[in-house]
């Protein structure tokens, strides 16, 4: 009978991690630490440290659910999406003269016999 080891990639703390975010980020309107600990299948203590990693990280915030001992946890938004970069004219005066910088440096190379 094979035994599992406890440092196996499947309960590594990373792994955990990622679980705990996947199932966070499936629910809409977030999940109950309670219940993230029952879908991981790990003790309070080893799911409350995953959730305080991932709050200090700032993947996650989380409210107390009042008259209750459990909290809502929820996924923080990703940012937005950056703005294209404004397109490189090549006819500023910045960048007039590369072709003529690159065929002289290429030239260079070439002279010295500089070879890889």
């Known amino acids: 009978m094979l035994k599992k080891s406890g440092n196996s990639p499947e309960n590594s703390f990373s792994a955990l991690q990622e679980r705990a975010l996947d199932l966070i980020g499936s629910q809409g309107s977030g999940l109950f630490q309670s219940e993230l600990r029952r879908l991981l299948f790990i003790d309070s203590s080893k799911c409350s440290k995953i959730v305080c990693k991932m709050l200090s990280s700032g993947l996650i915030y989380r409210e107390k659910v009042p008259a209750s001992s459990t909290y809502l946890i929820k996924l923080i938004k990703p940012a937005q999406p950056a703005r294209p970069a404004r397109e490189i004219s090549f006819d500023s005066p910045a960048h007039r003269n590369i072709d003529s910088y690159l065929t ?7 002279l010295r016999g500089i070879s890889g």
Do not use: N, P
């Open 104 to 110: 002289e440096i290429y030239l260079l190379y070439l």
